[in-house]
C-alpha cells in the first residue's frame, strides 16, 4: 500500500440504486422485486420489525423491570457544600433563593438537602426535606432549619 493510494476509489456519499432503468442497468424489469406477489406490488411495505416471518427479536425477549415514571416524585438535590460557597452568611436559602442562583432549575417536586460537604455559615434554610446529617450540620453553625410543605 502506498500513501498516495489509500484513499484511491473510496467514494465519499455513495449513489443510490436506481431500478427500474432497463436491462442494462442489472436491476430492470422487476427493480428487485421478484416476479409476482403482495411484495412485488406498489404500495407494499413491510411491516416494523419483520423478520421474514421468524419471531421478530423484541418479541423473543422478555418483558422486564418496572416504570414508574407517570407517579414518581421528582426531587431536587442540592448539597451543604453548594450552599456553602453560594451564599453569604444570614441569608435565607429557599426555592426562590436556590432558583435565582441557578441551583435548582425546571420542575421538580421538591427539594432536598443533603450534608455531603462543610458549612461554617449561619443559614435559615427552607426546603420540603433535610437528611439527618445537612440538619445536624445547619444547627450545629447556629442556623435553623424550616420543612416547608
Not at 59 to 64: E, I, L, N, T
Not at 86 to 103: I, P, W, Y
Request: proline content about 0%; cysteine-free.
Amino acid at each position: 500500500m502506498q500513501i498516495n493510494d489509500v484513499h484511491r476509489g473510496i467514494q465519499k456519499n455513495k449513489a443510490r440504486k436506481r431500478v427500474g432503468r432497463g436491462i442494462g442497468s442489472g436491476h430492470g424489469k422487476t427493480a428487485g422485486r421478484g416476479d409476482k406477489g403482495h411484495s412485488a406490488h406498489s404500495g407494499h411495505a413491510k411491516r416494523f420489525a419483520f423478520e421474514g416471518g421468524q419471531k421478530q427479536a423484541f418479541r423473543r425477549v422478555a418483558k422486564f423491570g418496572f416504570s414508574n415514571k407517570y407517579h414518581a416524585t421528582t426531587v431536587a438535590i442540592v448539597n451543604l457544600a453548594v450552599l456553602e460557597e453560594r451564599f453569604e452568611a444570614g441569608s435565607v436559602v429557599d426555592e426562590a433563593a436556590l432558583r435565582g442562583k441557578g441551583l435548582v432549575k425546571g420542575e421538580w417536586d421538591s427539594i432536598k438537602i443533603l450534608g455531603n460537604g462543610t458549612l461554617t455559615k449561619k443559614l435559615s434554610v427552607k426546603a420540603n426535606d433535610f437528611s439527618a446529617s445537612a440538619e445536624a450540620k445547619i444547627v450545629a453553625v447556629g442556623g435553623s432549619v424550616e420543612r416547608v410543605v
